[in-house]
């Protein structure tokens, strides 16, 4: 028997479940609901949450699995920016998480790997100006789930983003330690700067998000559970990490992103793809016991 498999079904979408057998790991994916992984288990045990609800309504967002944000990172200011002279208005997190993903290929070679593509189109365009196509592959191997990410700009001039993820992690406990290098957070809750010296913020505590500000290795840890620990690591342009949660919901929040919110109305730090070039960078999430 094969150590990995791929399986298909429908669950008010189409479904692929890609399955590592000697580790008892899976990942589940919903290529035409925003290209979102729905499930992500190791060692028979789910690490996800999902609020299956707003899964299964097409214009809900969806709360839960990892929601891949792209072009923008968070909020605008009357979600809205201006480029080139012209206004344009865009909704929270951009048009990646609304717009269904098509199938490129899967494979068992290396791993049980899928590979989606999302190209612009006249919907996104609306927005979002810029030719694109994003071909992500999703690998499961060793327990480990990797995002491995191509940004394609397709235009003629330099094409600005920030994307990131969302990541929700099934929590027990929201007062955490996180493993960071990073010294320094900002705290939307009170709009200051903080020193980070290793001690729990408690997101049951804040309505708002916290952002890890300076984080020189691109890695954190962070246990949801009493006995778990989650390790996620990821390429040097994610500057930043996001702490999210909801009061009474069973979850965190554990955001990688390239740019804090709004930059494409501070144009500070955004990510220029030259035109016809393309970015590549990566996202692993692990469970390290």
Not at 135 to 155: D, M, P
Request: proline letters at 6%; charged letters at 25%; aromatic letters at 14%.
């Amino acid at each position: 028997m094969s150590v990995y498999e791929i399986r298909t079904y429908t669950d008010t979408y189409p479904i692929y479940e890609l399955i590592e057998t000697n580790t008892r790991s899976w990942f589940k994916i919903a290529p035409e609901r925003g290209g979102i992984v729905i499930s992500y288990g190791t060692n028979g045990e789910e690490l996800l949450y999902l609020d299956k609800a707003t899964f299964d309504d097409p214009n809900a967002n969806i709360r839960g699995g990892i929601p891949v944000l792209f072009p923008i990172s968070g909020q605008l200011t009357d979600g809205a920016y201006e480029w080139n002279g012209k206004r344009y208005t865009m909704k929270n997190h951009g048009v990646a998480r609304t717009h269904p993903w098509q199938i490129e290929q899967t494979s068992t070679q290396d791993g049980a790997a899928i590979t989606l593509t999302l190209k612009s189109s006249e919907s996104t365009r609306d927005s979002y100006p810029f030719d694109f196509e994003l071909r992500f592959t999703y690998r499961l191997k060793n327990g480990k789930l990797t995002i491995e990410q191509e940004y394609r700009n397709e235009s003629d001039e330099a094409m600005p983003m920030y994307p990131g993820f969302h990541p929700y992690f099934a929590a027990t406990r929201k007062a955490i330690a996180y493993e960071t290098d990073a010294s320094r957070y900002y705290d939307y809750n009170d709009g200051t700067e903080k020193p980070y010296e290793g001690k729990a913020i408690d997101l049951d505590r804040l309505p708002e998000s916290v952002v890890f500000l300076n984080p020189q290795k691109r890695e954190i840890t962070f246990s949801p559970t009493e006995d778990r620990r989650i390790r996620m690591t990821y390429g040097d342009d994610f500057k930043y990490v996001v702490l999210w949660s909801v009061a009474g919901k069973d979850f965190v929040c554990v955001e990688p992103w390239m740019a804090k919110t709004d930059e494409l109305n501070r144009k500070q730090e955004l990510v220029l793809v030259p035109p016809r070039g393309t970015h590549k960078t990566f996202l692993t999430i692990e469970r390290n016991q």
